[in-house]
């Protein structure tokens, strides 16, 4: 166990100080700018506050948003796992199970400190001017409905009818935070899958697939879309229009997220009993 912990946080400072964090930068700059202040304006033009947990939550419920989120993640852990340096020392002390399962650790961390940190700073953009409390505020519930809605921003683009007729703010929060996080820990799975059997580089393309197609399906309202994790990790998607019905449960989305992630961890285990660890930087 302790050569396991010792391979996950070796990896995760090497992932910390990563130039790629950049795109952390880039990245919530496109969604303040697309959905955080668009929502503080509406806000202001009503002279209301906005509740701080909504733009939180329509950070992880907007297709463009979670499509950001997603192919951010990706792309800042497309350096792991690596062979290079004194990795291979670690990885012939530690043996094969251990480094997979120290790889795993890694990814399940930095998939939660990537998530925490994004929205975190999310709340932190929207507290100046905000409210906390487990209820939604009017801009939320009215700003479409009032003669303000002329300017061409739509509420409901950012936090849909769906959620705030059906869930209070603290409870869409967990049901946005966890199927997001489930989500990038299953992508970084198939991702270390594919690196473990000897296709790293294909394996990093099918998941910028997947997120592509999945947040393009969701858009679509495609009857497909729920073979895919972002119709399971966006909670609007969840709801009947206008009834406090379910289209599928957001309780067996996330069962069905740990599902995947656990048989994509049970996969790696076993492939990495077989893998030249040595050489997967090449592939």
């Given amino acids: 166990m302790k050569k396991t912990m010792h391979i996950a946080f070796s990896e995760f400072k090497k992932w910390l100080i990563s130039p790629k964090m950049v795109l952390v930068v880039v990245m919530m700059i496109f969604v303040r700018e697309n959905l955080i202040v668009p929502m503080q304006k509406a806000a202001d033009s009503m002279s209301q506050p906005l509740n701080i947990l909504e733009p939180c ?27 290079g340096g004194n990795e291979c020392y670690y990885i012939y002390r530690a043996g094969k199970k251990s480094w997979a399962a120290g790889e795993i650790i890694f990814m399940i961390i930095s998939a939660f400190v990537y998530l925490f940190v994004v929205i975190f700073i999310i709340g932190l953009e929207a507290s100046p001017n905000g409210f906390w409390a487990d209820g939604w505020s009017i801009p939320a519930t009215d700003y479409d409905k009032s003669q303000k809605a002329g300017t061409g921003f739509i509420m409901a683009n950012a936090i849909s009818e769906n959620i705030v007729t059906n869930m209070p703010p603290f409870k869409a929060l967990i ?47 495609s009857k497909f879309m729920w073979l895919l994790p972002e119709s399971h990790s966006l909670l609007q998607m969840h709801f009947k229009a206008n009834y406090r019905e379910y289209v599928f449960s957001p309780e067996a989305s996330l069962c069905v997220l740990v ?16 893998a030249n660890l040595l050489d997967i930087d090449r592939r």
């Fill in 57 to 83: 939550i329509a950070s992880m419920n907007s297709g463009l948003s979670v499509l950001a989120i997603l192919l951010c993640y990706m792309l800042m852990i497309a350096d792991f796992p690596s062979s």
């Fill in 175 to 221: 049901f946005s935070f966890f199927p997001t996080l489930l989500s990038m820990m299953l992508y970084a799975f198939i991702y270390l899958e594919g690196t473990l059997l000897g296709h790293k580089t294909i394996a990093f393309v099918i998941d910028l697939l997947l997120i592509t197609l999945g947040c393009s399906m969701t858009a679509m309202n």
């Fill in 259 to 274: 599902g995947l992630c656990a048989l994509f961890v049970i996969l790696s285990a076993f492939s990495s009993r077989k």
